[in-house]
């Protein structure tokens, strides 16, 4: 989808918000595409396309896959961002205990 723009919080949350707006993007378009494809199959099947079937059906199957695909790959960079994201959180935080414990503070508020 898009190379990580950047290593910081700031930059994971960004892009992990790109690909949540993306995904709920596809979700609004699916049911269009849904029906797009099933009236492309009835046409198909139908008599009134007489010659090129095969062509046709193989394009809408495209389609399908490639709408599919996209969804995937959305899909699959948010985890990845996610997981960055959540990495990147417990490094901030582990730092910060870690300087507070060294310094003699006790946590009182966890």
């Known amino acids: 989808m898009t190379e990580l723009a950047s290593s910081e ?8 918000n790109h690909a949540t707006c993306i995904i709920n993007a596809l979700s ?3 049911p269009e595409i849904e029906n797009v494809i099933k009236m492309g199959r009835k046409i ?3 008599e009134a396309v007489v010659q ?11 389609l399908k896959k490639d709408f599919n695909d996209t969804g ?10 996610s997981f960055l994201f959540l990495k990147k959180l417990y490094c901030v935080r582990k730092a910060y205990y870690d300087s507070t ?3 003699g503070v006790i946590f009182r508020y966890l």
């Open 28 to 30: 609004d378009i699916k």
């Open 9 to 16: 919080k700031e930059g994971i949350d960004g892009q992990l």
């Open 101 to 103: 414990f060294e310094n």
């Open 52 to 62: 090129d079937k095969e062509n046709l059906a193989r394009k809408i199957d495209s």
């Open 44 to 46: 198909v099947e139908s």
């Open 72 to 81: 995937n790959e959305v899909r699959t960079e948010k985890l990845y961002y």
